[in-house]
């Protein structure tokens, strides 16, 4: 073995052990205690709403949706508006992009639970009004960032 290739492997044993002792004498965890504390998504887009006063019925959204999570619920005025499956949908919004009236729009809310998978398809009805959030006690917003290699959870605000 070169002499190089020993010193690399040394090196590299060298900063495990170190990133090991630092963990032992002051453990930081990365992970977060949700729901007190909240992830900043940043960028990340949200749930899908429904101005249905706004829709046409062309159908665009559902034609340009990838992944087949759009479907065309038919209404009682003979129109069709558009129901999406959060279960397939992936959060592209192709669909607000192709949307020529702006019928359906970005929200900010990102964290969605479900119990069951019936609940994750929103009819035209359940589009029309947003999930409600309950924000029982004050979070604090958390990012991880990566500071050497190593991720830390950085405070936000």
């Known amino acids: 073995m070169s002499n190089a290739k020993l010193s690399t492997i040394v090196k590299a044993t060298v900063d495990a052990l170190a990133v ?24 990340m887009r949200g749930w899908i709403g429904l101005l249905t006063e706004k829709c ?10 990838p992944t087949n999570a759009i ?5 009682p005025n003979t129109k069709r508006y558009p129901g999406i499956d959060y279960g397939r949908c992936i959060m592209c ?13 970005p929200t900010p809310i990102k964290e969605l639970a479900f119990y069951d998978y019936k609940e994750m ?3 035209p009805d359940r589009e029309r009004e947003p999930p409600k959030i ?13 500071e050497g290699g190593i991720p830390k959870k950085v405070r936000l605000e």
């Open 56 to 65: 046409t019925s062309c159908m665009l959204c559902a034609r340009i949706c």
């Open 93 to 105: 919004h192709f669909c607000i992009d192709v949307c020529p009236t702006d019928a359906l729009y």
């Open 134 to 146: 309950q924000e029982p006690y004050k979070s604090v917003k958390v990012a991880i960032k990566y």
């Open 71 to 75: 479907k065309m619920y038919p209404a």
């Open 20 to 43: 090991a002792a630092r963990n032992f004498i002051k453990p930081e965890r990365i992970t977060i205690y949700y729901p007190y504390e909240k992830l900043e998504y940043g960028r």
């Open 121 to 123: 398809i929103y009819t």
